[in-house]
């Protein structure tokens, strides 16, 4: 496993924009597929992008996709999630994620290896 370490959440208003990082340590970084959920208040945990191990591959909720831009820099052992005009349902605790597999992030939460503790984004209207 990996250990997980997001930052860069907060308040703005809609329409702007936020850069989460997740921080990762491990030396096998680079084998595990990435990614962030989400989870706002009396709402489930939700996919909201993954990338793969290598960075070849993206995949977004339908909700965030053209908005959102993952990428990740395995030199750093950090991931990045550019988020853009963002909307007021956009507001939850977002949660870095690490799995060996990609399929089973984008399968949802349940079987994912891998959490960091959270980071809250809060867009205002």
């Known amino acids: 496993q990996v250990q997980l370490v997001e930052s860069g959440g907060g308040l703005v208003q809609a329409g702007g924009s936020l850069t989460l990082s997740c921080a990762a340590s491990?030396?096998?970084?680079?084998?595990?597929?990435l990614g962030w959920f989400r989870q706002a208040p009396g709402k489930e945990r939700q996919f909201v992008a993954a990338?793969?191990?290598?960075?070849?591959?993206?995949y977004y909720a339908d909700s965030v996709k053209g908005r959102f831009t993952l990428s990740r820099d395995n030199a750093k052992n950090t991931v990045y999630l550019q988020m853009n005009s963002l909307k007021p349902e956009d507001t939850a605790v977002y949660y870095c994620?690490?799995?060996?597999?990609?399929?089973?992030?984008?399968?949802?939460?349940?079987?994912?290896?891998?959490w960091g503790q959270g980071t809250q984004v809060t867009v205002s209207s």
């Open positions: 994620a690490a799995d060996r597999l990609i399929s089973t992030m984008r399968a949802g939460p349940a079987s994912v290896g891998s």
């Open positions: 491990g030396r096998t970084f680079s084998t595990y597929a």
């Open positions: 990338i793969s191990w290598g960075g070849a591959n993206t």
